[in-house]
């Protein structure tokens, strides 16, 4: 199994930072991508960022020039840089890892989630 565990959420205003860390352990090999996830009150959790382990980087068009993802692969941690934050990104993100696993009946899309973690940003 894999666990994740976020931290580095919390409450801040308009234009300020913050940084998310999530480490993963457990049975991490073969996790291809690693990324963060939004869900706030009343919506339908979306997409902030994703990588890969070879580096490649997807963010929500809404975070772009905002938003930072790193991963540390040796630690297994992938990290979310958050500047200039609006009131609208206040939600609770939560770290995601992807693997597809392969067995001799085929092969399967895994998702697994942390915790979630608490971004409050006040206007």
């Known amino acids: 199994q894999v666990q994740l565990v976020e931290s580095g959420g919390g409450l801040v205003q308009a234009g300020g930072s913050l940084r998310l860390s999530c480490a993963g352990s457990g049975s991490m090999r073969g996790i291809n991508a690693m990324g963060w996830y939004r869900q706030a009150p009343g919506k339908q959790r979306e997409l902030v960022a994703t990588i890969t382990g070879g580096s490649s980087i997807n963010y929500a068009d809404s975070v772009k020039g905002r938003f930072t993802i790193a991963r540390d692969n040796a630690k297994n941690t992938v990290y979310l840089q958050m500047n200039s934050l609006k009131p609208e990104d206040t939600a609770v993100y939560y770290c995601?890892?992807?693997?597809?696993?392969?067995?001799?009946?085929?092969?399967?899309?895994?998702?697994?989630w942390g915790q979630g973690t608490q971004v409050t940003v006040s206007s």
């Open positions: 995601n890892a992807h693997r597809l696993e392969c067995s001799t009946w085929g092969c399967s899309d895994n998702d697994y």
